[in-house]
């Protein structure tokens, strides 16, 4: 029995450690990455959205593209057999370029456009006037090439510092973030794709997905991801319906995916 005790308390003691250790990784990432978790007041000048406040059940399926041809057909396919009307799609500028066909057809659907920025690097990483010039040129582009200028912006590799948001601001962007990211560029099967985005969807989340040709089971999990949301009442919407719906001017930040993004991928999950 004594042993039994003395096992179960281990078990306890390993769990707490643990629990203890995660606690110190995420203040250590706090402090390391200070000018990238930040909460920003209303005061401040730009600010990033992840998710909106509210009971009803609505959440906005975001779709990222970069680079290749094969993946946002089949994906447009399954939206549109599914019946999803809304939806938003963050294009970078050089493919949106160099895909004419395939940015008409997204707009055909009826889906939402915003940028995805020039170069896909990190853009705080860059000096001021570099920041100023990519988001510009992606701007130039992306309106050339949809007739209509893009006032969402979802940064490359969701990277910002205060100077990007800042920047962005002054162009009259919202910058877009998100709370559930679906890791599928990890391309880690299917099931796991959907279970990660059904456990983690909320009322008023935004989800991340692709549409690159990096992400070879999307379009796979796309359906079920559809159909187990709806089981659970949920309603497709656009990026911007989100903001409509909580009144949000652009000005609010919860800026807590990205640290619970780093403590999910030190955990595996």
């Known amino acids: 029995m004594n042993n039994f005790f003395y096992v179960l308390n281990g078990k306890k003691i390993k769990r707490y450690f643990f629990v203890f250790a995660a606690a110190l990784f995420a203040a250590g990432i706090i402090y390391v990455e200070k000018n990238h978790v930040t909460v920003f007041s209303e005061?401040?000048?730009?600010?990033?959205?992840?998710?909106?406040?509210?009971?009803?059940?609505?959440?906005?399926?975001?779709?990222?593209?970069?680079?290749?041809?094969?993946?946002?057909?089949?994906?447009?396919?399954?939206?549109?057999?599914?019946?999803?009307?809304?939806?938003?799609?963050?294009?970078?500028?050089?493919?949106?370029?160099?895909?004419?066909?395939?940015?008409?057809?997204?707009?055909?659907?009826?889906y939402e456009i915003g940028s995805h920025g020039h170069k896909h690097t990190n853009y705080s990483e860059l000096s001021d006037e570099e920041i100023k010039k990519q988001l510009t040129a992606a701007h130039t582009i992306l309106t050339d090439v949809t007739g209509k200028a893009p006032m969402l912006l979802r940064l490359p590799n969701g990277d910002f510092d205060k100077r990007v948001l800042k920047t962005a601001d002054e162009l009259g962007y919202t910058v877009i973030q998100w709370d559930t990211d679906s890791q599928d560029w990890m391309n880690k099967g299917v099931d796991t794709i959907v279970k990660r985005v059904v456990s983690k969807a909320h009322p008023g989340d935004i989800v991340l997905m692709h549409a690159s040709d990096s992400v070879e089971q999307t379009h796979e999990a796309l359906p079920l991801?559809?159909?187990?949301?709806?089981?659970?009442?949920?309603?497709?919407?656009?990026?911007?319906?989100?903001?409509?719906?909580?009144?949000?001017?652009?000005?609010?930040?919860?800026?807590?995916?990205?640290?619970q993004q780093q403590l999910d991928i030190a955990s595996g999950m």
């Open 43 to 110: 005061e401040s000048s730009g600010a990033a959205i992840y998710s909106i406040s509210t009971e009803k059940k609505v959440i906005a399926l975001t779709f990222d593209i970069s680079w290749g041809d094969k993946r946002a057909e089949p994906i447009l396919k399954v939206l549109k057999d599914k019946n999803i009307n809304k939806a938003t799609f963050f294009l970078s500028s050089p493919w949106s370029k160099s895909h004419p066909e395939l940015v008409k057809a997204i707009q055909t659907q009826g």
């Open 225 to 259: 991801i559809i159909d187990q949301l709806r089981e659970k009442g949920y309603e497709f919407v656009t990026v911007s319906d989100l903001l409509q719906e909580a009144g949000v001017s652009g000005s609010q930040v919860r800026d807590q995916a990205w640290l």
